[in-house]
């Protein structure tokens, strides 16, 4: 195998594995391009804008953009040994300028189902070499953004009803169908069709990336969704129908996640969550990717109605696989504390043979393309023993359409999953004829539980093809002493909208069990069922918002009813019964929404903000961007609601918007934050982002000039200078200089002076002064140029050289020579900035310092780029000197200047928030991130300098003690290979990857290969100043971990 993704086990025992050797080199990631990139991604709207974005960025490279493919591998054990002995390529090519990475494949019933992103393909083998030679589009349009590597399309499986059904990760999608265009761009789905690639509809929205899908044994749907590396977690969820997990792409660039992170969209449940989130679970795993559930035989009784869920890492030391238990939970679940199945392996997708053995995909190590890949089988002992293990094997080999409908009906109570599936399926291809005998199954209280619930799925599959006449026999199961049962004909009859149910739907809404209640909503929704409206409001009232997912259910159901129904309860006594009506008018998209801003409960109000902001309900825009004039906003400082009127005001653009922003920054009774925000909007007002201030979606307006907000600002720009809060008074100082604004010349010099301000406020003060007023800024700057503070001689050394280069040139020299060390780099920059061709002297002066040892380390890498930004040849010829005089022999010779005189706190944004480098992805620091790597608490006293810098660009020069793989040879030409966890006594002690703790005597080994670390050189990924930061922030961190922390 090669680079594999994802596999999938069929009946026969043959392995389909989809491989890519596109990743990287052809399939990119955002977080390798910069600003132009990214924006022009998140502007890309369907599939073709991408490619006329590659097209237009990337012209250069589309060559070899075009070179690698992805391509789908069938194996098969031949001899019935238990190991693959026949390989064959079942399908490749897969290379157009928009095709992704191959990570999903299925094989049902001779159909191979194949996503790879931009199209959902059907593969078929007419003649049985193994070879497909017939391939069919069912759907395209997936894969709208570059987004991040491995945001896929993925998690191909069958459900209960007989649909396929498949996940994308947030690359989004706008996909045509026969019945409209699906369009969620922005985001993450689980979809649904039916086999043949009909009624395609988005089942669960909102998700970053989901990787693979799973059913548990009663129909219900679960997946992993991975986080951001953004101090977020992974989070495991339950995939109802209609439901939004809350992420949007946009939130990724966002460096402190926005919303994702502020209002906790990833949290399990918790008071006060915004309600058009359907929350996970829990959170749980770093990297979830291949699921898989107990199908009933081959695992042990520890593992019966458990998830195994692949947890990668990008390390196999800290990967592998966890066993789930999930236990109901209301209309919801909870789970029992997750424990690790199979620890040491790099695994990316996991299942369950019809051999009963359990099935690992292993990526073997790193984020790259290993060019390997191997596949683990795990078998218990006791399997053998199980005459149902080789029962199973049997009947899937052999499969169903030869056996009799009295056969097919037994086997509905099997004990394997699969069993029961197919032999359903089965029976619902045969229509009519077998219709009677499925509804007496069902209706028999003699049956098996599991019996009685296939044969409902059947009567299900049946009734959206053919009809639902055969549901009605059904009707007496809404009684049925188990309420499993009720849950199973709830959700069938809602499915197909059986309109003969549609009382006992609405009767339903009463029952004892929150699941069944929770199912009937959407249900009556579905059907539109107008006398569920006082149900599911009372449903709303008696849940208090204290089960997520009933409320999620209710929402769906009122979703379903008229709006003018909908708003005769809109002053309903209930807040629990107004939040659901405001997110069931979200998912309508009405705009009577807004009625609810100035609700008495704030989470309504904040709900109804985030309808018409995140939607959005553009009708509605006006009355948020109103609400920030209102006493009760400013009272309440509910930061979800103002961020969105500010947000709205910004958007109108309107004189009376822009007026309503002025007044809201001059309250000195509101959060400082959100003063500070709404002058951040006045300043932005006449050149705005295309990118939404909240969401970071693509929203572009158009320029509308800076009268309205010049304006707007100068009736309160004399108070707000003279305000007691800093912040306050910086952002309406950059206001005023981005802005241009009049009469401000003498409270910002008076503020450029005030020893009682803070430096920060002080030199933002100059800055805009010098925008507004250049020649009283370069004098007043003179005088700064010596201030007790350093953030203002900063400042005022630049506007002087910007000013008046004449005058800056001798003191930014002498500044090089004697200042504290961060001025003396800022003299060194501004050098590189003057307008005065003497500039080169004096730098070519300072490069014959540093050339010869004499200057300061932590100022070479400020020399060095003030230098290059000169075009003189003797600059030029100083430069190579410089270069010349570096040790050839030292490894670390090109990036010695980023040793010394790093920022702290932008290392620290560093490791925290950069894209590409994502540090803690597998670093960890106060007990947050991720554990592939080892934790940084502490590293400033175990390592020097030099050595973080050479961890840095350098990783495999020294790897970490238990994160290195090796492999070590013995004299008697045995292997063993693992990550070396110890060496220490003349022996080594390694973790293989099946979890085995081996030791191997020195004297035994004949060769050992060098410890290899799966980091990637970071001096490709960030460049020389970034590192001098890291480097600077990870010297500083001398405290150790804390016990049990990671």
């Known amino acids: 195998?090669?680079?594999?993704?994802?596999?999938?086990?069929?009946?026969?025992?043959?392995?389909?594995?989809?491989?890519?050797?596109?990743?990287?080199?052809?399939?990119?990631?955002?977080?390798?391009?910069?600003?132009?990139?990214?924006?022009?991604?998140?502007?890309?709207?369907?599939?073709?804008?991408?490619?006329?974005?590659?097209?237009r960025l990337r012209a250069d490279a589309?060559?070899?953009?075009?070179?690698?493919?992805?391509?789908?591998?069938?194996?098969?054990?031949?001899?019935?040994?238990?190991?693959?002995?026949?390989?064959?390529?079942?399908?490749?090519?897969?290379?157009?300028?928009?095709?992704?990475?191959?990570?999903?494949?299925?094989?049902?019933?001779?159909?191979?189902?194949?996503?790879?992103?931009?199209?959902?393909?059907?593969?078929?083998?007419?003649?049985?070499?193994?070879?497909?030679?017939?391939?069919?589009?069912?759907?395209?349009?997936?894969?709208?953004?570059?987004?991040?590597?491995?945001?896929?399309?993925?998690?191909?499986?069958?459900?209960?009803?007989?649909?396929?059904?498949?996940?994308?990760?947030?690359?989004?999608?706008?996909?045509?169908?026969?019945?409209?265009?699906?369009?969620?761009?922005?985001?993450?789905?689980?979809?649904?069709?039916?086999?043949?690639?009909?009624?395609?509809?988005?089942?669960?929205?909102?998700?970053?990336?989901p990787q693979e899908l799973a059913f548990d044994q009663w129909g219900d749907l679960f997946t992993g969704d991975n986080n951001s590396d953004g101090g977020d977690r992974a989070r495991f969820v339950y995939l109802m129908e209609g439901g939004d997990c809350g992420w949007r792409i946009g939130f990724q660039s966002l460096s402190d996640r926005g919303p994702w992170n502020q209002e906790k969209l990833w949290h399990p449940p918790h008071r006060g969550q915004a309600a058009y989130v359907v929350p996970p679970i829990v959170n749980t795993a770093s990297g979830p990717s291949g699921l898989c559930y107990d199908p009933g035989t081959g695992l042990p009784e520890r593992l019966r109605r458990h998830f195994l869920l692949c947890d990668f890492r990008g390390s196999s030391g800290s990967s592998g696989v966890f066993a789930l238990r999930l236990e109901a939970k209301g209309a919801g679940f909870e789970m029992a504390e997750p424990w690790p199945l199979i620890t040491s392996v790099l695994a990316t997708d996991v299942d369950i043979g019809p051999d009963g053995s359990v099935y690992v995909l292993d990526w073997v190590e790193g984020w790259n393309q290993p060019m390997k890949g191997r596949i683990y089988t795990l078998r218990w002992a006791g399997a053998d023993a199980d005459p149902a293990v080789a029962e199973v094997h049997a009947l899937l080999a052999e499969g169903w359409k030869h056996r009799p409908d009295a056969a097919l009906v037994a086997l509905l109570g099997h004990r394997d999953?699969?069993?029961?599936?197919?032999?359903?399926?089965?029976?619902?291809?045969?229509?009519?004829?077998?219709?009677?005998?499925?509804?007496?199954?069902?209706?028999?209280?003699?049956?098996?539980?599991?019996?009685?619930?296939?044969?409902?799925?059947?009567?299900?599959?049946?009734?959206?093809?053919?009809?639902?006449?055969?549901?009605?026999?059904?009707?007496?199961?809404?009684?049925?002493?188990?309420?499993?049962?009720?849950?199973?004909?709830?959700?069938?009859?809602?499915?197909?909208?059986?309109?003969g149910a549609r009382a006992k739907l609405i009767s339903a809404l009463r029952d004892g069990s929150s699941r069944v209640r929770s199912l009937a909503a959407i249900a009556v929704g579905g059907l539109r069922a107008g006398r569920a409206l006082d149900p599911l409001l009372q449903l709303a009232r008696d849940n208090d918002d204290r089960d997520p997912w009933l409320r999620h259910a209710v929402v769906m159901g009122l979703a379903g009813m008229p709006l003018a129904a909908l708003l005769e309860h809109a002053d309903d006594a209930s807040p629990a019964v107004r939040l659901a009506l405001v997110v069931a008018l979200r998912r309508q998209r009405s705009a009577e929404v807004a009625r609810f801003l100035v609700d008495a409960d704030p989470l309504v109000a904040a709900e109804a903000a985030r309808a018409i902001h995140d939607v959005p309900l553009d009708a509605g825009t006006g009355a948020l961007a109103e609400i920030l004039a209102e006493a009760h906003t400013v009272e309440r400082s509910d930061p979800v609601v103002?961020?969105?009127?500010?947000?709205?005001?910004?958007?109108?653009?309107?004189?009376?918007?822009?007026?309503?922003?002025?007044?809201?920054?001059?309250?000195?009774?509101?959060?400082?934050?959100?003063?500070?925000?709404?002058?951040?909007?006045?300043?932005?007002?006449?050149?705005?982002?295309?990118?939404?201030?909240?969401?970071?979606?693509?929203?572009?307006?158009?320029?509308?000039?800076?009268?309205?907000?010049?304006?707007?600002?100068?009736?309160?720009?004399?108070?707000?200078?003279?305000?007691?809060?800093e912040a306050v008074v910086a952002a309406t100082a950059i206001a005023v200089g981005r802005l241009g604004s009049p009469g401000a010349e003498a409270p910002l010099a008076r503020i450029a002076r005030a020893a009682t301000r803070s430096g920060r406020t002080r030199a933002d003060a100059l800055l805009a002064l010098e925008k507004v007023s250049p020649a009283p800024a370069g004098a007043l700057a003179s005088d700064l140029a010596t201030d007790a503070d350093s953030a203002v001689r900063k400042a005022a050394m630049r506007v002087v050289n910007r000013v008046d280069p004449v005058a800056a040139l001798g003191v930014l020299d002498r500044l090089v020579g004697s200042a504290p060390e961060d001025e003396r780099q800022n003299a060194l920059l501004a050098l590189g900035d003057s307008k005065l061709p003497a500039a080169d002297e004096v730098l070519v002066r300072w490069l014959g310092v540093a050339s010869a040892g004499e200057l300061d380390p932590a100022l070479h890498?400020?020399?060095?780029?003030?230098?290059?930004?000169?075009?003189?040849?003797?600059?030029?010829?100083?430069?190579?000197?410089?270069?010349?005089?570096?040790?050839?022999?030292?490894?670390?010779?090109?990036?010695?200047?980023?040793?010394?005189?790093?920022?702290?706190?932008?290392?620290?944004?560093?490791?925290?928030?950069?894209?590409?480098?994502?540090?803690?992805?597998?670093?960890?620091?106060?007990?947050?991130?991720?554990?592939?790597?080892?934790?940084?608490?502490?590293?400033?006293?175990?390592?020097?300098?030099?050595?973080?810098?050479?961890?840095?660009?350098?990783?495999?020069?020294?790897?970490?003690?238990?994160?290195?793989?090796?492999?070590?040879?013995?004299?008697?030409?045995?292997?063993?290979?693992?990550?070396?966890?110890?060496?220490?006594?003349?022996?080594?002690?390694?973790?293989?990857?099946?979890?085995?703790?081996?030791?191997?005597k020195v004297a035994d080994v004949a060769s050992r290969t060098d410890p290899i670390s799966t980091m990637p050189p970071m001096g490709a990924i960030l460049d020389k100043r970034q590192l001098r930061d890291v480097v600077e922030f990870l010297t500083r961190q001398q405290t150790e971990p804390k016990a049990g922390g990671h």
């Not at 307006?701 to 007691?724: E, K, S």
């Open 417 to 499: 999953r699969r069993v029961r599936q197919g032999a359903q399926f089965a029976l619902a291809a045969r229509g009519a004829a077998v219709t009677t005998p499925l509804q007496r199954t069902a209706l028999s209280i003699e049956a098996p539980r599991l019996a009685r619930i296939h044969a409902i799925w059947a009567l299900g599959q049946q009734a959206r093809t053919a009809g639902s006449d055969g549901l009605q026999p059904l009707l007496p199961l809404f009684s049925d002493p188990d309420h499993e049962i009720r849950a199973q004909v709830t959700r069938v009859c809602g499915d197909v909208a059986y309109a």
């Open 62 to 209: 589309l060559p070899s953009l075009l070179t690698e493919h992805e391509r789908v591998r069938v194996l098969r054990d031949t001899d019935g040994d238990g190991r693959a002995d026949a390989s064959e390529v079942f399908a490749d090519g897969f290379r157009q300028l928009e095709d992704g990475i191959g990570s999903g494949v299925l094989e049902h019933d001779g159909d191979v189902f194949f996503t790879c992103i931009p199209k959902l393909w059907r593969l078929r083998d007419r003649d049985g070499d193994q070879r497909a030679d017939e391939r069919t589009v069912l759907h395209e349009g997936f894969g709208v953004h570059t987004a991040l590597l491995g945001h896929d399309m993925h998690g191909l499986c069958l459900g209960p009803d007989g649909r396929l059904y498949f996940s994308i990760g947030d690359r989004g999608l706008q996909v045509r169908t026969d019945e409209g265009t699906l369009a969620y761009p922005d985001e993450g789905a689980v979809l649904r069709c039916e086999l043949d690639g009909s009624r395609l509809e988005v089942f669960h929205r909102g998700l970053r990336n």
């Open 1 to 55: 195998l090669a680079n594999p993704v994802a596999f999938w086990i069929d009946g026969r025992n043959r392995v389909f594995v989809a491989e890519t050797f596109r990743l990287h080199k052809g399939v990119t990631d955002n977080r390798q391009f910069g600003r132009e990139w990214l924006e022009a991604d998140l502007a890309c709207r369907t599939v073709d804008d991408r490619i006329a974005m590659y097209r």
């Open 861 to 1000: 890498l400020d020399l060095l780029e003030a230098s290059r930004k000169r075009t003189a040849p003797r600059v030029h010829e100083a430069l190579v000197a410089y270069d010349r005089a570096r040790p050839t022999a030292d490894p670390l010779a090109a990036f010695r200047e980023a040793m010394h005189g790093g920022d702290r706190a932008k290392g620290n944004d560093v490791l925290w928030n950069h894209e590409a480098a994502a540090c803690t992805r597998c670093h960890s620091l106060g007990g947050s991130g991720g554990n592939a790597a080892p934790p940084l608490d502490g590293i400033g006293k175990r390592l020097s300098r030099e050595q973080l810098l050479e961890s840095l660009v350098l990783p495999q020069a020294s790897v970490a003690a238990g994160f290195g793989t090796v492999v070590v040879t013995r004299r008697d030409d045995s292997v063993v290979a693992g990550v070396l966890r110890r060496e220490a006594d003349r022996v080594l002690e390694m973790l293989t990857a099946d979890g085995e703790v081996v030791t191997v």
């Open 642 to 725: 103002i961020r969105r009127a500010v947000a709205a005001n910004h958007r109108l653009g309107s004189e009376a918007a822009a007026t309503r922003l002025a007044a809201f920054a001059a309250r000195t009774n509101a959060p400082s934050s959100l003063r500070s925000l709404a002058l951040d909007a006045l300043a932005s007002w006449a050149s705005p982002s295309a990118r939404d201030r909240i969401l970071d979606l693509w929203r572009p307006i158009p320029d509308r000039g800076a009268v309205a907000a010049l304006t707007a600002l100068g009736t309160v720009q004399a108070a707000l200078l003279d305000d007691f809060d």
